[in-house]
């Protein structure tokens, strides 16, 4: 048998034992002396196989020795450079690996000590002194090799959860280090040096294993600390591999050998990270064509299931699949997909808008990056899957899904009809549209890019519009040059701010009728343009002057009003008609109301005929119901705030604000009394026509018409009449008829409350909103406990799953409007 | 977002007629009030109190007709008005008289405001249409003698004066005229040789009104065209277009250049007062609160910038008083306030 192995464990074994058992200082160091020279690096090293022996088998054991030995008396037995030189140097120039998990267990079995101070101190100094790269390089070391998979899982265990561990030990003494915003980015820099290691002994021809440092980058990703990490090891990163080919394998060597379980976290680290998709090429390389599970990342987590990252993720990742040929046969399938799930109806129908959005800008993008014989190759699918996804787009009830749908229908056949005209939209530019179709032009400009990061982008495509507008017009500028003088006169005219100049428009010269018997002949026969649009104009301010006379035609006038078309164009003629409507509709309510509400339910009215009808009466209704100031005609102003002109996009929004001012209004009066300045009083003029207004109205819905389905194809109309029918409610508050009006409104809720539309969604939410608010407390809770209890849960439902955020919102308000009126009833009778 | 363009400050009413002209006299001391003088198509003069905002008196010396010019001469006793009966009235205002005591036979028909050009002190030129149509007659005053008659060459037919003004480049030099023709045209007039020294055709229609700044030698002119045109007068005596700016709305009444220079008003026949910055003639604001065409527009002559007032007349028989652009740093105004032309 080989002597040695002996020898070594017998001089181990026997230096253990003088340290737990001498109180010699002498023999205690020359023991640790002893053990010292086959660490090496001294002048007077044991023979190299003793030294290998010691480290494999002995060295853990006696490491453990000294710890345990560890006492405030025993280490003062050394003095204090014979500790730094024999005890510390054990820990901080032995094996990394043996050392680290050592120190770890120790601390992690150990109480409240000095012994347990002593040992942070010393892995304090061992992160500090470089150590985790040391533990790291000598893992991949031994990989090359083969080493213990158990041994490694629990080392990888340890390096990643130490922030966990010593904060659990430590909780409010811990040391910076150990935090983890601190201890992940030194992690970083560490790993950045085994790398640089690792990639020194590759040129020199060595093998080396990078696994382990993938292992820890994935776990420590996976931990959620990607952010702290990733941090400083992305501009690194991106740095070396700028010129250096080893650096670019070894950098996808690192992603590849991540496991599976891992490579997620990883990859989204990167990908939101990585400043631009060139640096993200560099970064992957081909990473989604080789790891399966990346390539499901990339094309389907995070395009199509997830929607919360910013647009500059969505440039990165496309444009990383557009970068290399052999990634781009994923950007068309990506696009195919993107596009199945944007023209998919149940998708429009049950997705929140943001998704939405987010694909659509990804469809953008991926377009963007497309090339001519690319898209000519597909330019037949492209189309069938456009036509179909604008169709279910422009059906939707909600304006901003409507334009995402143009938004996309438009560049879509930009991109496939080089030639001919393409579809053109009518819509109103926002933020937001402008945002999505600089992306169609950014992401093109990207492309020959190659380094800057993307704020760059914007400022080459941004200056030359900047210069050429000056350029562009130097008409005003050339007269003003050859004056004399002209520098004074530059600057002269600077102290004087113009004011509004928009009312400047054309004034129209025409005879304005005088008489309301003259405005319905004008409307009804004349051919002569002008004079119809003056008695536009006037329409509604002679209705209000001359009530008597309204009265005598009013049923003509309302009815020539309804049909009356825009028969040229006149600004605001929509706003006109309306206010005339409903001037009308308040001179003579009943007999108007009466009419106006069967129309709605009759043949042959369009749609927009048929909302204009609800618009006319919420208009009325909020004018009837408003105090009058003693003067008859009323200002304007009231009437500016519409109530529902557009659809989805303000209405609720402007309903919303009518009810918390009224809740505001309701809480202050609880806290201040009558400091409120008094308003105008004066009888409700809408409390006796309620009726008249509400209960037509909600008759019929559920009859089907031949042109007309509000179950069915027309849900805009439904929304709107939902809305509709919760303005009246609101308005209807202290009348007679209200409770009755709650009790069948509510049943019309419960009728429609899983409408797939989510515009018919908000109606119903915000009329359950004005049920609460108009209809009396007791009433509700005594007449209609049931339906009140079932709307509650059914409001519950609502508040969690709807996947509308305003619905959401909308569903949260009303659980707390019914919370306090629960408890306002409570608190009643004590 | 622009503030909206403002109230005017306080309305006149009760003229009962058309507002043809207004002119203000706001120079005197303490105790004197601020003045307006309006003419108006019933032949009435009202003077307007503006302390009061009341009318002071009123003038029946036209006999019914439209008065459309007046003008203080020699301080707020004096008074000139010019009627469609053909006849300048001189008034003598002072200490409550009102009495016409001279006038002057026009024998014109149309309605071309004269001119008035105070020479030296007790003197003063007036330019008006004179007899033939296409004449305009120079008159010393208060002699009544005829200075000249500037009649254009047979060949040139500029068709009638329109609109007239006289000015001279320093006080003493010889004055010159700028009038308005029937046809489009602008015309300067040498009046110690009564000859053309320039012509400037720069409207398509009948020129209704001009102003002209001496000191940087720049008129404004508007017509019924829905142009108003700025021309400059070079060192050669040469008119010459400066710049010109279309407006949304046909046809320009009256224009009138603020006594600082910094402004400039034109009354439209769109119902709308428009403010411009003189010097570049950028628009400024739109002022609308007549119901009809405004006849006339004019600045007053207060002496501290602040106070300075516009004033508009119209064919709704009302008087729009406006406080407008004349918050602005005072040394600089007052500088240049110091000559204006009378």
Known sequence: MDPEPFEVGHVVREAINILSSSRNGVQISEALGTIKCYLGGTENQAPLKEREEFTRVHFSAFLRGLVSNLSPDWIELLTSDQQKELWDSFFLEGPADQVFLVLLDSIISMGPSFCLMKVISILEQFLQTGGMSALMWEVCHQQAQAGLPTFQETLLNKVVCLPDHLCNKLQGNNLPIFFPQNYFPLLATEIIQVLQRISDSLRDGLDC????????????????????????????????????????????????????????????????KAPGADVLSRLLGNLVVKNKKAQFVVTQKLLLQQYSYA?????????????????????????????????????????????????????????????????????QELLTSMMGGMKCHLDSNLPRVRR?????????????????????????????????????????????????????????????????????????AAPAVPEEGSDLELDSDDDLIPYDMSED??????????????????????????????????????????????????????????????????????????????????????????????????????????MDILDVLALAAQELSQPQASGKNKPRSTQSPCIQTVPGSDSSQNWRRIVDERIKSKTRRLAKGQSLVEPACGPNKFSSLAGHFFFPLIQNFD????????????????????????????????????????????EFVWALRFHTDSYVRQGLLSAVSSILLSVPSERLLEDMTDEFLETQSWLADVAEKDPDGDCRRLAWQNLLLMENLLKKLRSVPS | MALPPPDPQFVLRGTSAEVHTLHFYCGGQEPDYPILFSGSSNGLIHVWNLKTRRVDTILDGHGGKSVYWVEAINGRDRLLSQGSNQQICLWDLAEGRNTVTDSVFTENV?????????????????????????????????????????????????????????????????????????????????????????????????????????????GVSGSSEEVLTVWSLDEQQNLKVQKTHKLVNAGIADVAIRQDKKILATAGWDHRIRIFGWKKLKPLAILNYHTATVHCVSFSDHSRPSERLLAAGSKDHRISIWSIYNQTSGALHCSLETRKPD
């Open chain 1, 703 to 746: 009859r089907p018409l031949v042109t007309f389905d509000l179950l069915g194809d027309d849900h805009l109309v439904l929304g709107r009449l939902a809305h509709t029918l919760a303005i009246l409610m609101y308005f209807a508050i202290h009348t007679v008829a209200a409770a009755a009006m709650g009790k069948s409104l509510l």
């Open chain 1, 209 to 272: 294993s990078i696994s382990f440092v993938s292992q820890v980058l994935g776990k420590v990703c996976m931990h959620g600390r990607r952010e702290e990490i990733l941090k400083v090891l992305v501009p690194r990163l991106m740095d070396l591999t700028k010129v250096d080919c080893i650096w670019q394998r070894i950098c996808w060597r690192l992603v590849e050998c991540v496991p599976d379980r891992w490579i997620e976290a990883v990859v989204c680290g990167f990908v939101q």
């Open chain 1, 505 to 610: 428009k054309e004034l129209k010269k025409m005879k304005v009728p005088v008489y309301i018997r003259d405005c319905i002949e004008v409307l009804t026969g004349s051919e002569d343009m002008d004079k119809w649009e003056a008695t536009m104009k006037v329409l509604e301010s002679l209705i209000r002057r001359n009530s008597a006379t309204t009265r005598e035609v009013s049923m003509e006038l309302a009815k020539v009003l309804l049909h009356l078309e825009e028969k040229t164009y006149i600004e605001g003629f929509v706003e006109l008609r309306k206010r005339a409507l409903v001037a009308v509709t308040i001179t003579d309510a009943v007999p108007v109301v009466q009419y106006l509400t069967s129309q709605f339910y009759s043949l042959n009215y369009s749609l927009c005929q048929r």
């Open chain 2, 110 to 218: 149309g309605f071309c405001k004269s001119s008035l050009l105070k020479v030296a002190q007790g003197h003063w030129l007036m330019a008006m249409p004179g007899k033939d149509l296409d004449e305009v007659q120079v008159l010393e005053l208060p002699s009544k003698t005829s200075v000249c008659t500037l009649k254009p060459e047979a060949d040139a037919k500029p068709g009638m004066p329109m609109c007239l003004k006289l000015w001279q480049p320093d006080f003493g030099s010889c004055p010159f005229l700028l009038a308005g023709y029937e046809d489009g045209s602008v015309i300067l007039w040498n009046l110690s040789g009564g000859k053309i020294l320039s012509r400037l055709g720069c409207h398509q229609e009948p020129v209704m009104s001009l102003d002209f700044d001496s000191e940087k030698k720049k």
């Open chain 1, 311 to 379: 647009t500059a993720v969505l440039q990165n990742l496309l444009g990383y699949l557009a970068l290399d040929s052999l990634r781009r046969y994923l950007l068309i399938k990506v696009l195919k997909e993107l596009l199945e799930t944007w023209g998919s109806s149940s998708a429009v129908k049950h997705s929140p808008v943001e998704q939405q959005l987010y694909v659509s800008k990804a469809i953008l993008i991926c377009l963007s990056h497309l090339k001519e014989p690319e898209i000519e190759s597909n330019g």
């Open chain 1, 404 to 476: 995402l749908g143009m938004i996309v229908a438009e560049s879509i056949s930009s991109r496939i009809t080089t030639d001919g005209p393409c579809l053109k939209f009518q819509y109103e530019d926002d933020d937001e549209t402008r945002e999505l179709k600089s992306l169609q032009q950014t992401a093109l400009l990207q492309l020959p890019v190659t380094d800057l990061p993307n704020a760059g982008n914007d400022s080459p495509s941004a200056t030359p519009t900047a210069v050429s507008k000056p350029s562009g017009n130097p008409h005003p």
